[in-house]
């Protein structure tokens, strides 16, 4: 974003949009899952903002909210048009939280707490299920000011907000893993899988566990598809302990999309991400999302600890 004057209207359609920047980057990376197309969105709305300016407008907060996610919505067919061409699965872009020397997360790396997990069933919805969800289910906008947001009607809004509620909570069930029980289920699980430990892997893992790699065939190794059924994620997951650069590879915890998760770095470069989901229960992992695709990644730094 760039201020083109000092105007005196210039200064307040940039504090307005700063003080309200964090929500618009949540909101509108849960509606895409990227965030190069979130900041790529942010900037269009920066300007569409600049363009009408603040006078007149009641309500900025709201103003901004309804051209954010009418560009969201706009940008997703461009991201449709990349999937089909995608190589291997597709996996939503890991939003990394660091902390910074008072121990406060990065603003501008904060989301609201929706998982990578989540964010993968999000993708099976029609962009304004998605956008409905998000905005409802989220950050608990009402039905009345999601059809002002969307231009449609409340009706409209309920029926989109019952089917994507329902294809949500049928393929995603309402539990959420204790903080202590993840980390430690995550930590158990990655000691296993970089020292290939496959006794390990399998107790940990689930029967019916999936394993999602996404490395945009940029980087190897990556399956084309995602891998079903513990034997055949364990054969997975010990083949890539046994390559010869996993033996320089440097491993951080670190929160992702609001969840412990494990990154790996290769020197100062980010190598790959790794989430895992847990059974309800919370004694197994259920799936693991392991993203190596460089491009997404670019926003992965390595923190001194």
Not at 116 to 126: D, H, I, K, W, Y
């Amino acid at each position: 974003m760039t201020q083109s004057s000092g105007s005196p209207v210039t200064d307040e359609a940039t504090d307005v949009y700063l003080a309200h920047r964090e929500l618009l980057f949540s909101l509108v990376y849960n509606v895409l899952g990227s965030v190069a197309d979130t900041e790529d969105v942010l900037q269009e709305t920066w300007l569409s903002w600049t363009g009408r300016g603040p006078d007149g407008i009641a309500n900025p907060r709201a103003y901004l909210v309804r051209i954010a996610v009418n560009h969201a919505l706009q940008r997703r067919a461009a991201i449709s048009r990349r999937r089909e061409t995608y190589v291997g699965p597709w996996l939503p872009e890991p939003l990394v939280t660091d902390a910074d020397a008072d121990g406060a997360e990065d603003p501008a790396l904060r989301s609201e707490s929706v998982s990578l997990a989540m964010l993968v069933v999000l993708e099976s919805l029609t962009p304004l299920e998605r956008a409905v969800f998000v905005l409802n289910e989220v950050f608990g906008y009402p039905h009345t000011e999601i059809a002002e947001i969307i231009g449609r009607t409340p009706a409209a809004v309920r029926q989109l907000a019952h089917r994507a509620r329902t294809h949500v909570h049928a393929r995603r069930p309402l539990y959420r893993a204790h903080p202590r029980v993840r980390r430690e289920a995550t930590e158990r699980f990655v000691r296993a899988a970089l020292g290939g430990d496959i006794g390990e892997l399998m107790e940990i893992l689930a029967p019916d566990v999936t394993v999602w790699t996404d490395g945009g065939g940029k980087r190897k190794p990556a399956g084309l598809r995602p891998v079903h059924g513990r034997d055949k994620a364990v054969r997975l997951i010990a083949s890539y302990a046994g390559r010869r650069e996993a033996q320089d590879l440097e491993l951080r915890y670190r929160r992702v999309n609001g969840d412990d998760a494990a990154v790996v770095f290769q020197g100062d470069s980010p190598y790959a991400v790794m989430v895992m989901d847990l059974t309800p229960e919370g004694d197994r992992v259920s799936g693991v999302y392991i993203v190596t695709n460089p491009d997404k990644l670019t926003h992965v730094h390595k923190e001194e600890e």
